[in-house]
Protein backbone atom coordinates (compact mmCIF):
# COMPACT_ATOMS: atom_id res chain seq x y z
CA UNK A 1 0.00 0.00 0.00
CA UNK A 2 1.31 3.48 -0.89
CA UNK A 3 1.58 6.20 1.71
CA UNK A 4 -1.30 7.95 -0.15
CA UNK A 5 -3.31 5.19 -0.02
CA UNK A 6 -2.70 4.64 4.17
CA UNK A 7 -3.43 8.79 4.74
CA UNK A 8 -6.85 8.31 2.83
CA UNK A 9 -8.06 5.35 4.46
CA UNK A 10 -7.18 7.12 7.95
CA UNK A 11 -8.72 9.93 7.22
CA UNK A 12 -11.83 7.98 5.91
CA UNK A 13 -11.59 6.09 9.61
CA UNK A 14 -11.74 9.26 11.35
CA UNK A 15 -14.89 10.64 8.87
CA UNK A 16 -16.21 7.23 9.93
CA UNK A 17 -15.52 8.05 13.56
CA UNK A 18 -17.21 11.45 13.72
CA UNK A 19 -20.12 9.98 12.19
CA UNK A 20 -20.86 7.29 14.39
CA UNK A 21 -19.99 9.76 17.54
CA UNK A 22 -22.83 12.38 15.82
CA UNK A 23 -25.41 9.28 15.70
CA UNK A 24 -24.32 8.02 19.33
CA UNK A 25 -25.27 11.90 20.55
CA UNK A 26 -28.60 11.33 19.34
CA UNK A 27 -30.09 8.62 22.16
CA UNK A 28 -30.18 8.80 25.43
CA UNK A 29 -27.36 6.78 26.89
CA UNK A 30 -26.98 5.45 30.60
CA UNK A 31 -23.41 6.11 32.50
CA UNK A 32 -21.90 2.83 33.52
CA UNK A 33 -22.56 1.18 30.30
CA UNK A 34 -20.24 0.13 27.02
CA UNK A 35 -21.73 3.21 25.03
CA UNK A 36 -20.81 5.47 27.77
CA UNK A 37 -17.44 3.90 27.56
CA UNK A 38 -17.41 4.45 23.77
CA UNK A 39 -18.90 7.50 23.56
CA UNK A 40 -16.39 9.05 25.53
CA UNK A 41 -13.57 7.29 23.67
CA UNK A 42 -15.15 8.63 20.43
CA UNK A 43 -16.05 12.53 22.21
CA UNK A 44 -11.92 12.47 23.23
CA UNK A 45 -11.03 11.46 19.44
CA UNK A 46 -13.52 13.72 17.74
CA UNK A 47 -14.49 17.20 19.83
CA UNK A 48 -10.83 18.32 19.32
CA UNK A 49 -11.56 18.63 15.30
CA UNK A 50 -15.35 19.34 15.95
CA UNK A 51 -14.87 21.68 18.38
CA UNK A 52 -13.12 24.69 16.22
CA UNK A 53 -16.09 24.21 13.79
CA UNK A 54 -18.40 24.79 17.08
CA UNK A 55 -16.92 27.91 17.69
CA UNK A 56 -17.39 29.24 14.04
CA UNK A 57 -20.63 27.74 13.44
CA UNK A 58 -23.97 28.85 15.01
CA UNK A 59 -26.58 26.28 16.10
CA UNK A 60 -29.38 26.63 13.67
CA UNK A 61 -32.44 27.72 16.09
CA UNK A 62 -35.67 25.63 15.75
CA UNK A 63 -38.53 26.51 18.04
CA UNK A 64 -37.59 25.38 21.58
CA UNK A 65 -34.03 23.42 20.28
CA UNK A 66 -31.65 23.63 17.98
CA UNK A 67 -29.47 22.36 15.47
CA UNK A 68 -25.75 22.28 15.68
CA UNK A 69 -24.46 21.53 12.10
CA UNK A 70 -20.36 21.64 13.12
CA UNK A 71 -20.25 18.20 12.48
CA UNK A 72 -21.65 18.42 9.26
CA UNK A 73 -19.22 21.18 8.37
CA UNK A 74 -16.19 19.42 9.97
CA UNK A 75 -16.76 16.58 7.73
CA UNK A 76 -17.06 18.34 4.38
CA UNK A 77 -13.94 20.64 5.44
CA UNK A 78 -12.00 17.23 6.01
CA UNK A 79 -13.58 15.56 2.93
CA UNK A 80 -13.06 17.91 0.87
CA UNK A 81 -10.05 20.52 1.57
CA UNK A 82 -8.05 18.49 4.26
CA UNK A 83 -7.61 15.84 2.40
CA UNK A 84 -7.02 16.43 -1.16
CA UNK A 85 -3.96 18.79 0.59
CA UNK A 86 -2.44 16.07 2.53
CA UNK A 87 -3.03 13.69 -0.37
CA UNK A 88 -1.42 15.98 -2.63
CA UNK A 89 1.67 16.92 -0.29
CA UNK A 90 2.37 13.06 0.01
CA UNK A 91 2.55 13.38 -3.54
CA UNK A 92 4.71 15.99 -4.08
CA UNK A 93 6.93 14.43 -0.87
CA UNK A 94 7.30 11.72 -3.72
CA UNK A 95 6.79 8.63 -1.01
Known sequence: MTP???LVRILDFYSLLIFIYV???WFPIR??????????VLGNVCEPYIGIFRRIVPVASM?????DFSPLVALLVLR?????????LVGMSGL
Open 23 to 25: ILS
Open 80 to 88: YLVRPALVA
Open 63 to 67: GGGGI
Open 31 to 40: SGGVLTDIYR
Open 4 to 6: TLI
